[in-house]
């Protein structure tokens, strides 16, 4: 089912005082996972509020963008692509036990500045996407993302 998954993309985002999300549309999914503060953010015209522990799979070609203005927020992001479409179950979720997830981008981190290898960054991203969409590991938000 990750078979397809590719990383394009990771990073460790911190906000020094006051931050808002850009407005764009990419070609690519993107998973947010939300350490520290509040991001709000909108995609396809529906609101999300994300606090820590709190984890939003973007999807590509939807504009999204930011609502409302954030402070000293940090949050764990990965770029992926997939061919076939790859369809979330949950695109908003508060993760119960963030630690497996949490040790998961933290060696995403470490891998991605071994520049000539992809490999171990598909792989690990497959593995965040297995960790954050099992069932027993995530408590499912409401309708509104809130």
Request: with cysteine; charged share 20%.
């Amino acid at each position: 089912m990750y078979e397809t998954v590719f990383c394009c993309g990771a990073g460790k985002f911190v906000s020094q005082g006051e931050w808002i999300h850009p407005d764009r549309v990419i070609n690519s999914y993107e998973i947010i996972f939300l350490i520290n503060g509040t991001v709000y953010i909108t995609e396809n015209g529906r609101q999300y509020q994300l606090k820590k522990n709190d984890l939003l799979i973007l999807e590509p070609k939807l504009r999204h963008f930011g609502y409302k203005a954030s402070n000293n927020t940090s949050f764990f992001w990965v770029h992926f692509t997939s061919i076939p479409k790859f369809e979330p179950e949950f695109k908003y979720q508060s993760i119960k036990e963030p630690y497996n997830l949490t040790l998961l981008f933290k060696q995403l981190m470490h891998y991605r500045s071994e520049k000539n290898n992809n490999e171990p960054l598909d792989y690990i991203t497959r593995l965040i996407l297995m960790e954050c969409l099992s069932p027993n590991k995530q408590e499912h938000a409401n309708q509104n993302g809130h």
